[in-house]
RNA sequence: UGGGGGAUCGUCUAGGGGCAAGACAACAGAUUUUGGAUCUGUGAACCCAGGUUCGAUUCCUGGUCCCCCAGCCA
């Protein structure tokens, strides 16, 4: 018997509490993720996927089916159904052994149709597609009958096997339910249920030359499945009672309950299909796992950890009402995760050469590091410190503002895990009086770690090893749109000419601590001071990628906006 | 000008005839060998108008605004 969860419920799980008190479905919860495969998931479905799977494993005996709504062969293809499929796994749901497609369906959703057409509950209109549209009336104005709606049983039948027999041009006929073309609802304007299609399908290959709309398809499917709760998104409302219709008609022995939520949307970026296919397509992006799109492909490219992701949806909520979603909420959810678990290393970005004129030359020495201050389990490592290092530009200031911790000639900073130095010398370029390297003393006594350290000083700082440093590329990612919601533009203007500019920037030549020389594609790292990063998949033996998850809260950029040469 | 939905802090999400709660964000402070993390605190909301009621954000009535629907897409 199942028993509901306790806390604090949405309205969905309140329903199915509701139904599980009232024995609407023999104690059972049944759902399923429904996708098309025809494109990438994106974070939206990950939503769907926590609603569906989350509630499945809420309530005692559960389940959670996937399920391919292939409906449609001109669309759909095996790729997206091998790339759906290890999205969902990557995120870290379990379909089992429960694994289904609409296809598989197919000769059971022909005999509902022909029980349809018996029943007279379905006709074959002749009707072209445009005849059919000027039939169906307007918002305001009742649909005009098919000069077809009338033809008998068995005209319907005869006409009903040569469409799948396919003896018929697509678009010759379609099958329709005969419903109410007056019907306030236009989706019950006699829906299309069934249309030719001659495209080769991906499991059922030439074996059908009809196909089944969604509107037919869904309902059964969720039917023969035996789902108790079909959750989809809000623009299903107003066919819940076209999905009704068709289970109330076709005599089977499960009636789902539709319910529908509100889609997620999210700030600084599109979440549409149509408008993900033309970023890719138009080259906007490198693909379908650009680290800046909400796909799922390029969250894991990107090197968002799937557990944040779902932790982030679970918080979100379920409701009705339209919402956009501020995406640093879901940047929260990434930090807390990875602050709890990503080894730290050191990594300058833009370096500044170091010369300590007071330190011996020669290999230097190790000074251990703790891999992560939150974790003492993680350990510690050694990192190689010498006469000449890199620092981080950002982190020299020729003329300091006020509340500038950081390096300043004459002034101190300590470098991390090491010495505190001073700025003696600040070297320059003649011609260009571009700053190219600083001449800085360090304190023998302030090794981290030893008696002396606990000197203090306003600012500590990164820094690697010259000599012992990596090259590496960095990417730092913007958001890819300039204003929050681009589907909605105050101005009016149309999502791509709102696209940020400078969404991408490369950084070459930057300096990396050794402990990243032989980091997997995926491993993820907290550069001190700067930010999450992951080995991106161009990563080489020779040439290390990292990408920027997400970057640390700067309370410096807070203090002196524009000052910081990184964005973000 | 048909039908279906929805309006609660800046953003989400709860609640519900009796002090409107949480998270993110913001702000202030403490702390810190990451200007990170952590901790403490502050500001911040019931679409409008009537009605019922001792009392309405909640119930009723009437508005207003927003979203979806006229595919042989899903």
Redesign the pocket.
Known sequence: MAKPPQG????IR?IVSRDLDTHQFGGAVRTRF???P?GHLHIGHAKSLCVNFGIAGEFAGGRCNLRF?D??P??ESSEYVESIREDVRWLGFDWEDRCFFASDYFERFHDYAVSLIKKGRAYV?S???D???RH?????EPGRDSPYRTRSVEENLRLFSHMRAGDFE?????LRAKIDMAS????LRD??LY???RAPHHRTGAAWAI?????F??PLSDALEGITHSLCT???????ALYDWVLDECAVDCHSRQI?F?RL?L?YTVMSKRKLTALVDEGHVSGWNDPRLPTLRGLRRRGYPPDAIRRFCE????????????V??L??FV??EL?ARAP?VMAVLRPLRVVLTNYPDGDGEELPAVN???DPSMGARMVPFSRVLYIERDDFCDDPPP????LAPGREV?L???YIIRCADVIRDERTGEIVELHCTYDPD?????GG??R?V?????WVSAAHALEAEVRLFDHLFTVPDPD?DPEGREYRSLLNPNSLERLRGCRVEQALRDAAVGRRF?C???GYFCVDDDSTGGQLVLNRIVA????????APGRSQETR
């Open positions: 604090q419920q949405d309205f309140a429904p996708p098309e025809n709504d409906t449609n001109a669309k209109d009707l072209s597609a005849d059919i549209r169906r009336g307007t918002l305001t697509e678009g010759a006929h379609v306030s609802n236009i989706n829906p299309t249309r030719i299609r196909y089944p709309t969604y509107d398809a869904h809000l623009e299903f409302e107003d066919h819940r529908e509100a949307n700030t918080h979100i909520g379920v409701a009705k009402r339209d919402s956009v979603i501020d640093r909420l940047e929260h930090r807390e602050n730290r992560n201050p939150e509340r500038y911790f950081r300590r991390r895990y090491a302030t090794k981290s770690g030893s350290a606990v203090k306003k600012g500590t700082v990164h909605h907290q001190e001071r700067q640390l809260r700067d309370s410096w950029a807070k203090i």
